[in-house]
């Protein structure tokens, strides 16, 4: 079956602008967690939304936001963009992320600002 | 709050050789799991192998197995017969019992397989 499949891979942004990231996980999977990976910071875990409820949030600023449809697929969302938000930002699914069950990563969505 | 250390930044092995790649984490909680997630270079995440801390047998996956030790808090893999296609970052991570809970990574190992 088809994996995490995240959009778009790749793309530039100036400081200040917002940006939206989406993810369409595994079928069936109804958890989609986010995480932001960095040289410096690694990888942090930004939010993760099951049923269309947001049910864990990392430490992250506001600016920092995300949905989930009925379909399961997700959107995260920054606004007003600074140099530190270049990263690649990974999206898993899962059945329900938690109690030991695997997470399914998607290749990423590499955002540069500028 | 739980914490993953890799203190090999990098690591290098010859090719059908052995290679150990370490793995400490702090935690108060007794019930938890640790993995090791491997990410090829511009490819996605997959995970390698996973410990459920309350089974004391180490968990093992063909040519990968983990030394388990949760009085010391270490969880090390052990990549037997390497390969060139093992080549990637490994991630050490941890995950608490219970619902919604995120992994905690380690900041990674850098592998390089030589041929």
């Known amino acids: 079956k088809a994996g995490v499949t995240q959009t778009p891979r790749y793309l530039i942004k100036t400081r200040g602008q917002q940006v939206t990231l989406s993810c369409s996980p595994i079928s069936g999977h109804r958890s989609v967690s986010w995480y932001q990976q960095t040289p410096g910071q690694g990888l942090q875990f930004l939010f993760e939304?099951?049923?269309?409820?947001?049910?864990n949030k990392g430490n992250f600023p506001g600016r920092f936001s995300g949905r989930q449809f009925s379909n399961s697929r997700s959107e995260m969302n920054v606004s007003t963009l600074e140099l530190g938000d270049s990263a690649l930002y990974l999206c898993a699914s899962s059945l329900e992320q938690g109690l030991g069950g695997e997470l399914f990563f998607g290749e990423g969505s590499r955002l540069t600002v500028l | 709050a739980q914490t993953v250390t890799q203190s090999q930044p990098e690591m290098s092995v010859q090719e059908a050789e052995t290679v150990t790649l370490s793995c400490t984490y702090d935690t108060s909680e007794n019930n938890y799991y640790l993995f090791w997630y491997k990410q090829p270079p511009s490819r996605q995440m997959i995970l390698v192998i996973r410990?459920?801390?309350?089974?004391?047998q180490n968990a093992t996956e063909n040519r990968f197995s983990v030394n388990f030790q949760k009085a010391a808090k270490s969880f090390s893999l052990k990549i037997s017969d390497s390969q060139l296609g093992d080549t990637a970052m490994y991630f050490c991570?941890?995950?608490?019992?219970?619902?919604?809970?995120?992994?905690?990574f380690g900041k990674g190992t850098r592998l390089s397989v030589i041929a």
């Open positions: 410990q459920e801390a309350y089974k004391q």
């Open positions: 939304y099951f049923s269309e409820t947001q049910r």
């Open positions: 991570a941890f995950m608490k019992h219970d619902y919604h809970t995120p992994l905690v």
